[in-house]
């Protein structure tokens, strides 16, 4: 018999964010921690040792915050990011960190230790919180700031917890997240500058005179040159309509791009996932601009930034089918 006081636990150590989930055996959730790792002002980013350091810090934060939440609780099993995609030779260091503490964790409560991948993890996110009507196969728009990729999702056997997933579209250079960064860095917003563009760009009330030139080849987008194309012009006009020429330009990326791909694998749903995809602005207009022929599915914003909800529903997946410790 099954107690209502087992849970899984979901951990994930990206780039940016220290996240630690709970679900419980009937997979209701019950905490997804987070915090974001500190970046210094007019900085671009953070050096794998740097956030590895951040990462350690912050679990042990976390570990407090959820102490009292895991009092008479019996982890049954933890599910953990080892990786940032289900690819051979996939590989950040600032996983380790997340693994390590995973391993530790289920030495000492004597449960399963599962893993899987950063971008499984987004995708589990997405899919616990739309119902798409045909999860057997989809594709899946991963925006986030290290990675602008489309996927074809694909089911493995019919099992929930085990797709097949190819790339079959996405940037050829810097991504979506790093393009909105490096344009928001250059506004003089505090990274990460997601937030900051979303918000200019909804409270710009000027038209857009000339959207910026896109790049875009069966499905496959160059994006630095908006980059060079926004430098030229940023002195022009103020951060809210630049913001908004920023995420205009994305979001016709986005419509080329998925045009193409929903037609090649005659493809009609797309499930959108990372924190990119949490803008409002981007979330409202693409919708007006891809009406009818695609069905746009987007994750609830406390989930589509990086969190570890998606992890813990992957091990409840794997331990509720007796999967091998991987």
Same mark, same amino acid.
């Given at each position: 018999?099954?107690?209502? &006081?087992?849970?899984?636990?979901?951990?994930?150590?990206?780039?940016?964010t220290t996240s630690i989930a709970a679900i419980s055996i009937n997979g209701e959730v019950l905490f997804n921690e987070r915090i974001l790792l500190d970046v210094a002002k007019n900085s671009n980013g953070l050096r794998q040792s740097e956030a590895i350091f951040k990462h350690i810090n912050n679990l042990g934060v976390i570990s407090d915050k959820i102490k009292e939440k895991l009092k008479n609780?019996?982890?049954?099993?933890?599910?953990?990011?080892k990786a940032p995609r289900p690819l051979e030779n996939s590989y950040m260091p600032v996983f380790n960190v997340g693994y390590n503490f995973s391993k530790l964790l289920s030495s000492t409560h004597n449960s399963y230790l599962y893993t899987t991948t950063h971008q499984e993890n987004h995708i589990k996110a997405g899919l616990?919180? &739309?119902?798409l009507k045909n999860k057997n196969k989809f594709l899946a728009f991963h925006m986030s700031g290290g990675t602008t990729e489309i996927l074809l999702i694909e089911r493995e056997n019919n099992l929930d917890e085990k797709y097949i997933i190819k790339i079959v579209g996405g940037t050829k250079d810097i991504s979506f997240g790093q393009l909105i960064d490096r344009v928001g860095v250059k506004l003089c917003y505090d990274f990460p500058c997601g937030k900051y563009i979303d918000f200019g760009a909804i409270n710009c009330s000027?038209?857009?005179?000339?959207? %910026?030139?896109?790049?875009?080849?069966?499905?496959?987008m160059n994006i630095s040159g908006l980059e060079n194309q926004i430098v030229k012009?940023?002195?022009?006009?103020?951060?809210?309509?630049?913001?908004? %020429?920023?995420l205009d330009a994305i979001i016709r990326n986005i419509e080329k791009a998925l045009s193409y791909i929903c037609n090649e694998y005659n493809i009609k749903e797309v499930l959108f996932v990372g924190g990119v995809s949490s803008s409002t602005y981007i979330r409202e207009n693409l919708k007006k601009r891809i009406k009818t022929h695609i069905d746009l599915y987007f994750t609830n914003p406390e989930y589509s930034t990086d969190n570890a909800i998606g992890c813990a529903l992957i091990g409840l997946?794997?331990?509720? &089918?007796?999967?091998?410790?991987t």
């Open positions: 018999m099954k107690s209502f &006081n087992d849970i899984i636990i979901g951990i994930d150590t990206s780039c940016y609780k019996t982890i049954k099993a933890i599910c953990v990011s616990f919180t &739309n119902k000027k038209k857009i005179e000339k959207g %910026l030139k896109t790049s875009v080849n069966q499905g496959y012009v940023i002195d022009k006009y103020d951060k809210h309509y630049i913001s908004k %020429l920023t997946d794997k331990y509720k &089918n007796k999967y091998e410790i």
